[in-house]
């Protein structure tokens, strides 16, 4: 049987997490160590009894501890979230898609599990499984469970296409995941298949979403506005409130992780909003992405001197702090900026848009002022 809960050190504290829950409850560090000390064998703590009933309304009382609950051992290597693209292949072809050609190939099942196996020696509690799209993916099914096993609460990033398949939804009510966020082009087909460049994406997005609500999967929204479905932002809003669902609005578009422009036709230049200042981030410490080939880097922009985990192992992780601090330098066409102190876009991301010749206004404080 499944595990329903999991115990696990997370940066300097520790947490009790339940799959297919948002919440969970901070452990100090005696309790934590009391359930490593626990025979599987044996009823919980009754201090655990009580707080997962308080918290989540489960009773285990009387159940074996090892019969529900998998104990994450500490890692020394400080890593808490990671990314992962199983494949950068896709059933659709989006205007605005930053991953440029989508490319179905990647690495073996095998190692596909070696690297997920790593990924939680480091540490890694949340993982987001992406793409591409996902589900499309021969290796998914295996590869989810066998993170889920590894004791990783999952989040899905998919644009729903599938989420209609039988096998799908049973190994999600069997292995729930974390959170499912699906990707939303439009509000009516038109749109929505115009977007996408795939006829008919609209109705497999509905029957997959119909499909997702109905089985109670944890869903949130992405809010993709575009210039082709820029007037229908409201209808995708209240589309969402509609279905009781979570969402983010995104608007601004980026160039491909090669630096290319295509992406960047696809902005609603009404719709270019300023970010917020740049303060920094763990890319590269405590976070890491992984892409189809097991090609390590600090995230899912800055793809500089990646370490190849498969051949590796899990010591090449021991040069990701150096090169983010590296890739986080204000270089090229950021040298000496004066503004940098409030910019609103990172090193690597403002390298992509340069090398993209993207104008100044997208992404440059320097160019917003004179747009202004």
Not at 339 to 346: A, M, R
Request: charged share 20%.
């Amino acid at each position: 049987m499944p595990h329903q809960l999991i115990a696990s050190p997370f940066l300097e504290q520790h947490l009790l997490v339940r799959p297919g829950h948002e919440d969970g409850l901070l452990l100090p560090e005696a309790n934590y160590e009391e359930l490593r000390a626990h025979h599987p064998a044996q009823p919980a703590p009754a201090w655990m009894v009580g707080a997962v009933r308080d918290q989540w309304g489960l009773d285990v009382s009387g159940r074996l501890i090892g019969d529900y609950l998998l104990i994450r051992q500490p890692s020394t290597w400080g890593y808490s979230r990671a990314s992962w693209e199983i494949n950068l292949g896709c059933n659709y072809a989006c205007k605005h898609c930053y991953l440029g050609l989508k490319v179905y190939s990647g690495m073996p099942l095998d190692d596909k599990l070696a690297c997920l196996r790593i990924m939680a020696e480091a540490g890694v509690l949340w993982l987001q499984i992406t793409g591409g799209e996902p589900t499309v993916d021969k290796d998914f099914m295996p590869s989810y469970r066998a993170a889920f096993e590894l004791g990783m609460m999952l989040t899905i990033s998919t644009n729903a296409s599938l989420l209609w398949r039988e096998d799908l939804l049973e190994m999600f009510e069997r292995f729930p995941p974390y959170r499912v966020t699906v990707s939303m082009y439009g509000a009516t087909r038109d749109s929505y298949d115009e977007l996408t460049q795939r006829k008919g994406a609209w109705d497999l997005f509905i029957r997959g979403m119909d499909a997702a609500r109905a089985a109670g999967l944890p869903l949130r929204m992405s809010v993709i506005v575009t210039d082709d479905n820029a007037a229908e932002e409201q209808a995708m809003v209240e589309l969402c409130e509609r279905w009781g669902v979570e969402y983010n609005i995104f608007t601004n578009m980026t160039p491909t992780i090669y630096g290319g422009a295509e992406s960047l036709t696809a902005q609603s230049k009404d719709h270019l909003r300023m970010r917020k200042q740049f303060t920094g981030c763990n890319a590269g410490h405590t976070f890491f992405h992984t892409d189809p080939h097991g090609l390590v880097s600090i995230c899912k922009i800055g793809r500089d001197d990646q370490i190849n985990l498969p051949a590796e192992g899990i010591g090449g992780l021991a040069r990701l702090g150096e090169i983010a601090d590296r890739l986080m330098l204000r270089t090229g066409g950021c040298s000496g900026c004066t503004l940098s102190g409030s910019c609103t876009v990172c090193r690597p991301l403002a390298k992509h848009y340069q090398e993209a010749k993207a104008p100044l206004g997208s992404y440059c404080q320097h160019g917003m002022k004179k747009a202004g």
